[in-house]
């Protein structure tokens, strides 16, 4: 590497007025470096070697696009229009980051285009530019609502993708820190997959910043009362945060509608491939009143007119960002999902509503039927076999077989089965979560189905 250079080394030091580059590591504790040579294999010589070694190590992997997959849980298989690879491949949008005004102004259009269509689509009048992922967004409302309240505890759901949960707990920091927040967990009517409202009412308590939920849930349950859990976040004084999947707001109503404060969920589902864990930009969305506008810490899109009576699109609130003010930001935001909120805006552009109903409907439709048909194998039971969105828990403790080795024999023909949920969820016995998109044609679920039967009666 050119930087490597001893010559270059020796100047890089000497501008650092340090004499060797041990000094640079002081502070790390010995204890804590690896003296042990590396046991690295032999350097690559040449690109082609390398082109070769990276095909090898990828022709291990089998894609979803070769094997039948119900996989969800939190990245979701669902198609992409051509037109949105497309437009975020065009130079314009795939290089600048931070550019000259005149480049900025069309991306800042398109960025505003992206924060207008779902705010539209959320019902909700304040959307930023996206975070990282859906667990990111749910850390930084989490926390906006303390700074709201001057609170320090949150409800969340006791079933809740442990990954994402993972994330918020980071967002909410260690006990030993000042600005702590401590995570509750609510739980859930296991006859219905409902929240127990009188068990949510009692469990509310002063130092409550905010409750948050998912609609539909992480096992795809719909919440039929999710009015009902932001009004007695309202008679607590706290504030009600829901995580909502944007693809099923052409056939649910929309968080703004039933009395949420704050929205978070991913955008990936619009118009994003599933990129080996990128991809996951996570939005927020709030009213638009001051009290919130003024806790975000993710960057706002906001349009004026010009002095020669055009319209400008530029940044708002920059000030309060990690960009304006650095570590006396609201909290830490970074740039790397931004590419995909064109992506996005692209996709709600081409289905516009008519197209989120028609796919709403679509995927409602086709997981119902899948879940009517696993419900009917003798030892495979769904619960419940209606009420859900794209995804529902199937269970297998019926049959004898752990989840592991249905889904070891399911590969064996080519299908990607559900996420095995016994793990982290043991309540739940062997189930798993089983998803299910308009890319499942009727032909595809009864193959499951087919396979499931043979495996599990078999």
């Known amino acids: 590497m050119p930087n490597s250079v001893p010559a270059v080394r020796r100047q ?59 996989l969800g849980g939190g990245c979701w298989q669902h198609h992409v229009p051509a037109v949105c690879d497309e437009i975020i491949r065009r130079s314009e949008f795939l290089t600048p980051v931070w550019g000259t005004p005149s480049s900025d102004l069309g991306r800042n259009q398109a960025w505003f285009e992206f924060t207008s269509q779902l705010g539209e689509l959320l019902d909700m009048d304040l959307v930023a530019l996206p975070v990282y992922s859906w667990g990111c967004a749910a850390g930084h409302a989490i926390r906006m609502a303390a700074r709201i309240t001057g609170r320090n505890r949150v409800l969340v759901p006791r079933f809740i993708d442990p990954e994402r949960r993972s994330v918020m707990q980071t967002y909410c920091e260690p ?21 127990d409202l009188n068990a949510l009412e009692k469990q509310f308590s002063a130092d409550h910043a905010a409750i948050y939920f998912e609609n539909p849930s992480y096992l795809g349950q719909i919440e ?13 004084g706290a504030e009600t ?14 968080p703004g509608r039933y009395g949420v404060d704050i929205a978070v969920g991913s955008i990936q589902p619009l118009g994003i491939h599933m990129n080996c864990g990128g991809g996951l930009g996570g939005f927020i969305a709030s009213r638009d009143e001051p009290r919130y ?12 007119e010009t002095s020669q009576g055009e319209h400008g699109f530029g ?30 805006a692209a996709y709600m552009a081409l289905l516009g509503p008519e197209g989120f109903r028609e796919l709403g409907e679509l995927v409602v439709r086709r997981a119902h039927y899948a ?29 004898g077989r752990t989840v592991a080795e249905i889904n070891a024999r399911l590969l064996e023909q080519d299908i990607f089965g559900g996420l095995d949920l016994s793990a982290n969820f043991a309540e739940l016995g062997q189930s798993s979560l089983y998803c299910i998109t308009e890319l499942h044609a009727q032909s595809d679920l009864e193959r499951l189905a087919d396979t499931l039967r043979r495996i599990c009666t078999g």
Request: aromatic share 8%; with cysteine.
């Open 12 to 70: 890089l030091l000497d501008a650092l007025q340090v004499g060797d580059v041990e000094e640079l590591f002081e502070q790390i504790p010995e204890n804590h470096r690896y003296r042990t040579p590396l046991n690295l294999p032999p350097a690559l010589s040449s690109e082609l070697e390398l082109r070769r070694h990276m095909l090898g190590l990828l022709g291990r992997n089998r894609s979803c696009e070769e094997v039948l997959n119900f």
């Open 315 to 344: 940044m708002a609130l920059m000030h309060q960002s990690s960009y304006g003010s650095r570590e006396e930001g609201k909290d830490w935001t970074g740039n790397s999902t931004y590419l995909w909120a064109i992506a996005a």
């Open 371 to 399: 879940a009517s048909l696993l419900n009917e194998i003798d030892g495979v039971s769904v619960s419940p076999v209606r009420g859900h969105f794209k995804e529902f828990v199937a269970n297998f403790d019926a049959t």
């Open 241 to 254: 945060i829901a995580g909502v999947d944007p693809v099923s707001l052409g056939v649910l109503a929309p």
């Open 224 to 236: 039929e009362q999710a009015a009902g859990i932001a009004a007695i976040a309202r008679r607590h």
């Open 293 to 304: 506008a003024y806790e975000y810490p993710a960057l706002m899109i906001s349009i004026g």
């Open 175 to 195: 006990p030993e820190m000042a600005s702590h927040i401590r995570m509750d967990e609510f739980d859930i009517d296991p006859a219905t997959g409902l929240a």
